[in-house]
């Protein structure tokens, strides 16, 4: 198994707190993505990383940000959680990005009440 | 991104042989066929991927039609542990973002 691992596994807000998760690598891959994942929804990407201090916006972005100071770590940040962002997080990991497989973490699930 | 269409459910005895099927006819000539599976309360886990041949590993062979607007994921034994739902996914090898569209899947229920 890839080596990835989330923190928290499990969290629990309210409303309007900052939450921040992580995810750590030791596969030293250059790629790294944050999804999210929905009743009906299936996963869907909120930001994903090319390289240390490189990143882009996904396709569900709005109220989150992310860094990556370091090849190992890409953290997801919810500035002020919302209702709406109670979801399950996955992180992925990928060498070579576009084509390339990816692996993935086991999940964060986060309640905003 | 092209689409997927794939069954929303299967259902399977143990033990034998499981054919999912998937269909992407507006696939392009640079799309790879990927193939991911979750189990429950687990992050997804890749299965197999192909771009023109069939393939086959340890877990699966995938069967892709000549025209490539098709392709079958095959389980030759199922056991209940393959119990989950199944993504057929389109990666595209033109992507700068390299990442996944997952659409619904396909649940299969393994019996015993």
């Known amino acids: 198994d890839a080596g990835i691992t989330q923190s928290p596994r499990h969290k629990v807000t309210e409303t309007g707190t900052p939450v921040t998760l992580r995810c750590h690598q030791t596969?030293?891959?250059?790629?790294m993505y944050w999804y999210r994942q929905d009743p009906g929804h299936g996963l869907r990407l909120i930001h994903y990383s090319y390289g240390v201090k490189d990143t882009d916006k996904g396709e569900v972005s709005d109220g989150y940000s992310v860094s990556r100071s370091k090849t190992e770590d890409f953290l997801l940040t919810l500035e002020s959680a919302t209702s709406s962002q109670t979801s399950v997080y996955f992180c992925?990991?990928?060498?070579?990005?576009?084509?390339?497989?990816?692996?993935f973490g086991p999940g964060t699930r986060l309640t905003v009440l | 991104d092209a689409k997927t269409t794939q069954p929303n459910s299967m259902e399977s005895n143990e033990e034998e042989p499981v054919h999912l099927p998937c269909n992407h006819s507006?696939?392009?000539?640079?799309?790879?066929i990927h193939w991911y599976r979750q189990l429950p309360s687990q992050g997804p886990e890749y299965v197999i991927h192909?771009?023109?041949s069939n393939v086959n590993n340890r877990m699966a062979s995938l069967a892709i039609a000549e025209d490539r607007k098709s392709s079958t994921l095959i389980l030759h034994r199922a056991t209940l542990r393959d119990a989950a739902v199944y993504y057929c996914?389109?990666?595209?090898?033109?992507?700068?973002?390299?990442?996944?569209?997952f659409g619904k899947g396909t649940k299969l229920s393994v019996k015993p």
């Open positions: 596969e030293n891959h250059r790629y």
């Open positions: 992925a990991i990928s060498e070579r990005g576009a084509r390339d497989t990816q692996y």
């Open positions: 192909g771009l023109t």
């Open positions: 507006t696939i392009s000539g640079t799309d790879y």
């Open positions: 996914i389109l990666n595209s090898s033109g992507g700068s973002q390299g990442n996944l569209i």
